[in-house]
């Protein structure tokens, strides 16, 4: 007989150990008395004859998968779990697809005690409550009773959700605490050690009752989700029982109230005559950013709305917001902003008192690691977002509308026209106004010719001084900077 020590019931590390020396000595499972701490050896120990000589080339077999089983396996309480384990090892040797028979016995309570486990460990990361520790900032202490050994197990995964915080875990057996450098173990406690309710816990059952549906409650789910055993624990535990008592009332009232109607664009943007126009495009902005039309806007950080003078007689129109724009919430900043503001200044155009915005409202990209590709909008993006564009020139109202690029020729023509086709003879925009077209300065930037890109920039002015000459009512003179322009946009 064969007494293998371990050091505690967890000790995983030191049951390994005494596994692979097991095997390598071929001791029979039935020859092997497991014992943790100072116990006494077995009587028989005492009685065995000496263990046969080790197989310096025996290599034990064991998978990957086994040995992350044994590892929560030894954290349960079954006091037969050492023997099962290396019961199992020792069947693997000639049998290493043991694990994949889901009919064995010992196969059967190995997976019953790992899935034990991992319901106890998913348990204590969802219901331990930190409480403050009067006197002692940013310390914190939670009581739980945890139905296996898994505070060692565990305490890393709450090292690595509360980083910033001093913390401690008690159990009735075992201790953990961190102080934000290291983490430690030490001896259970008892529930008086850790601290009483603190304010943040009033503000926890506030949010518990607000976010309670009594329209999705299921009593059954809800305790197999949270099992009673741990309501003594929880401050929100106190609310369940009068929740589900008036969960039927709470749905019959919801049932009864009537669905609030959708607002329509019309409805509080343009039924009050002496509505300020201010007042109506800060309505505008506000509706437009919670706008899902799209089936990208809940990847965009933010809806991007147009900026400008509601007086102005030229509007610009792009194409979408870039990464800078998503980020910051405004039109053409970033590269592409600084190029334009450069050439409207060359252009002698003042920002301000312009009208700028974009056919679509959202960033539409693709991720590529850390950073977000561009990708041009669909037609049913640029056909959906039409509604805020239409929106905004009936409160602008401008003369001329300069469409940049194919996108918004798209938007504001309804049809697709080339590029170089719509700058040299313009188009009607959907509500009747002129529109007149040139480049997106993006395309500007990503031309890898110099020169190339130089012409370009060239076209981009004269049509700012064309398109603001024609706002402004000043006649184009004949072969006033008229250039041929023979790029389309991609």
Known sequence: MRVARLESETDFEGWRGHARALLCDQVSPEDVTWQVGKTQDN??????????????????????????????????????????????????????????????????????????????????????????VKGEPDTFVSWFEPEHRIVEENAPFFMRRFANMTWSILTPERSAHYDRKHLRFGPGAKKADAPDADALEDLWRTYYGAIFNPARLKVKAMGAEMPKKYWKNLPEAELIAPLIANARKLEAGMVEAAPTPPKRLADYAFSEPGLPPGDALAILRREAAGCALCDHACHATRTVFGEGSLDASLMVVGEQPGDHEDIAGRPFIGPTGEL????????????????????????????????????????SHIDQC?????????????????????????????????????????????????????????????????????????????????????????????????????????
């Open 43 to 132: 009587l028989f120990a005492i009685l065995d004859a000496p263990a046969p000589s080790r197989d310096p080339d025996y290599r034990p077999k064991v998978s990957k998968q086994f040995l992350a089983d044994a590892k929560l396996a030894l954290c349960h309480r079954d006091q037969e779990r050492f023997g099962l384990l290396y019961r199992l090892i020792h069947r693997m040797q000639d049998d290493p697809g043991l694990l994949s028979n889901t009919v064995d016995d010992d196969v059967i309570r190995l997976n019953a005690l790992v899935k034990s486990v991992s319901r106890d460990r998913h348990k204590m990361r969802a219901f331990v409550r930190f409480r403050a």
């Open 386 to 490: 039409r509604w805020w564009l239409r929106a905004e020139r009936r409160l602008v109202k401008p003369k001329v509308t300069l469409a940049m690029g194919a996108t918004a020729i798209r938007a504001l023509s309804g049809r697709s026209i080339p590029i170089d086709e719509a700058r040299e003879t313009g188009f009607d925009c959907f509500d009747g106004r002129a529109g007149l077209a040139t480049i997106h300065p993006a395309a500007i930037l990503r031309q890898s010719d110099p020169d190339e890109a130089a012409t370009l920039y060239k076209n981009l002015i004269i049509d700012l001084r064309r398109a603001q000459k024609m706002a402004t009512g000043k006649a184009n003179d004949a072969g006033d900077e008229a250039s041929s322009f023979n790029h389309t946009n991609p």
């Open 340 to 379: 334009f503001d450069k050439a409207l200044i060359e252009a002698g155009l003042a920002r301000d008192a312009l009208y700028i915005t974009n056919a679509v409202k959202h960033f539409r990209f693709t991720p590529k690691g850390k950073n977000r590709i561009h990708q041009s909008p669909k037609v």
